[in-house]
Every structure is written in C-alpha cells, then in structure tokens.
C-alpha cells in the first residue's frame, strides 16, 4: 500500500519518534515535521496547507499529554489525530481521547497492521478530495510566451512539489525539447488504450528531467497521432494525474474545440498570456467573448503580460484590464538574452539564470498562481 499523506509526528522518545517516521515514510506517507512535544506544534497545524495527520505518543504521562492536547483537536478539526499510549487499558483514558475527537486511540506496541488500516482509511478520505491544482497557459498569438511561462512556471513547481507539464500544443509543442529531452512515449500512448487508462501506463509514458525532478509528457511524435488524443481520453488522462501530483501544469492553445474546453474547465487558473499589441488583445478579447457565450465561467481566469517594457508598447496594461474586463494579474519583462540562453541551452531560464530579473518575475509569478501573494 502506498498513501499520499502529509503528517506530524509527536513523540518525546527520540527512538520511538524516528522508527515512527520511518514506517510512515516507507509507507509513502510525507512527515512534515517529527517534534518531541506539543509545544511546537500549533504553528504547524495553522498553515495554508496543513497535515492531514497528526500521531501523537501520550506517554509517558497520557493524562496530561491528552489534556493539553485536546483543545488543539477540537480547534483543529479538519486534520485527524491519532493519539498512541500503553495505557489503552486505562478506560477513562480512551474515552476521553474519544470525546476530544481523536480518530484512531492506537494501543502500544503498535500493531503495524491495523495502525497501518487506520492511516489508509485517513489516505482514502484525503485522496478522494485531494486533486492537483491545474494550471493552463493559452497563448493569445504566437510567440507570446506561453510555453516559456509554463516550462519556467513548471520547473519552479518541482522544486517543491510533485509537478507535471503537458504538452497540448499536440502538433508545434516545444516543451519536450525546452527540457532538452526525447522522451519515448507521448501523450498519444496513453490515449490508445481506450478504458484501461491507468496509473501505470501514465507512468511509464512521464519523462523525467533530472535537473529539475519535474515529469513531461510530451506532444505526440507524429503530427497526426494528435487525433487519438480525445476529450474523453483527456479527462481521465487528468484524473490519473490529478491523484499523483501536486500540480499539473498544461501548455496550451487557444481554441474551442472540445479538447481545450475541457482543459478549460477542468483547470483551477486559466492564465492568458498577452503581449501589449493590438492583435494579442483582441484575441484575448475575443476568446473571452467566446468562453461567455459557450457559457464558461471565467472567474479563474488570470491575464499575464510577457516581454513587458516600459516604453514602446502599443498599449498600456491599463488599456489592456479596461477592454478585457480583467485585472492584469502580472507582467514578466522582456529579457532576450535570457531567452535565447534557454533555447541554447535547452534549461529554462529560472534553471539556467536564476538571478535573472526574468527568473525573479517567473518566481512571484509562481506564488501568485500558488495563491500566495
Ligand atoms: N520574457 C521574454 N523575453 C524575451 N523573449 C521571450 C520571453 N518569453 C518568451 N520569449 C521568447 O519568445 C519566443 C516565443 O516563446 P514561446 O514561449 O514559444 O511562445 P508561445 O508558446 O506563446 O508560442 C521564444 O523564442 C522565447 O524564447
Ligand atoms: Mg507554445
């Protein structure tokens, strides 16, 4: 078994705490933090994505130790509690670990077995509301940027969390390369496969780019292998992702075929990428035309302007929020020099040039989008 969890583990015997941490760890379990008292422990629990358990060692003084954490569990009541002591014998002690709310009273020495039952029914329950955040960028003309938003957007991601970049520019894509990668499978494998559509499939057909750790999943090798790719296959393409990674990110295309509406909506950010001219205006406007009549929301949609400099621009950004209806959400500058490395180099800039002020603007871009401003 294999859970996606993030947890704490609490336990004031430094070897008890670590073989905890270990047992989680193996089992796929991400511990966050393994603290030896409850002190610390608030700070841990009121964050933006806080653990979806907490293993707490009562002993030595269970009665005590179970007094001050109570009210932390009951403040805390989204995230689940298990609480461990040798004295389950001890009645009133489970009932009142109980009455505070703890999800599993797991008597000492642990049985692995059923503490292991314990923590994949707390895995399930998260899995099945747990979904990656999906992030598209649509380009409103070529050449605008957005498969450089999204390779730089990506790569930042890996750093931290488990991400992976789809190519949807299923005939043009460039993101494969961008990584200076050639990978065997594409996404057209997947979709061959018609009901079977699996976590291992999906696996095998995900390149890696070691420097980065971030997952690919190239445009087809063949122009028209991009016409298995169906909205169907998409979907449960998605599905299978959304349950693996922490984010997906998706480099795209601007249009209303069926394919991109469902990237559409299945995305929690839509990020436009504009240039300040004229052309890449009115498409935005256009597109936003059409994502209305077809009845979609834009409420997560996000404009971005690339290539920003102060002079010579055709139109001001304030233009640009006053036609579209749409706060601009971030400009990243031009930089041609950073630019051209990348492609050189095939590294996106904010691993080739990190100190870059392009790389800095990628980076506030990428709290942005992680909605942390
Ligand atoms: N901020 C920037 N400054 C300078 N050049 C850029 C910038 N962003 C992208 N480019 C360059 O613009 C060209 C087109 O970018 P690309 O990301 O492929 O656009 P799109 O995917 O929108 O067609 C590439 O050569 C890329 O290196
Ligand atoms: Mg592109």
Redesign the pocket.
Known sequence: MYVHLNCIVVDSGDDNREEMVGFLTEHGATVVAAIPSIERLVPLLRVDEPPQLVMVNLDPNAHDMLRALGPLIRQFQSINFFVMSEQAVDVQLVMEAMHYGVKEFIPLPADSEKLLAGIERISHAAGSEKRAKIIQMI?TI????????ACNVAASFARNHKTVLLDL?LVRG?VATSFDLSPRYTIADVMSSGDTLDRHLVDNALAVHAPSGLFVLSRPEVPEDSLRISRVGFNRLLNVLSRQFDYIIL?SLMSVDSLYMAAIQQSDVNVL?LQLSVPSVRNAERFIGALRRMGIDRHNLKIVI??YEKRGADISPEDVSKTLGVEVSWM?????R???D??NFGQPVVLRSPRAE?SSSYGKLVQMLNGRH
């Open positions: 380009p070529g050449g605008c940027g957005a498969t450089s938003i520019d460039a480099d990428v690339n290539r990243i500058p031009n930089d041609f950073s630019a051209i990348a492609i392009v």
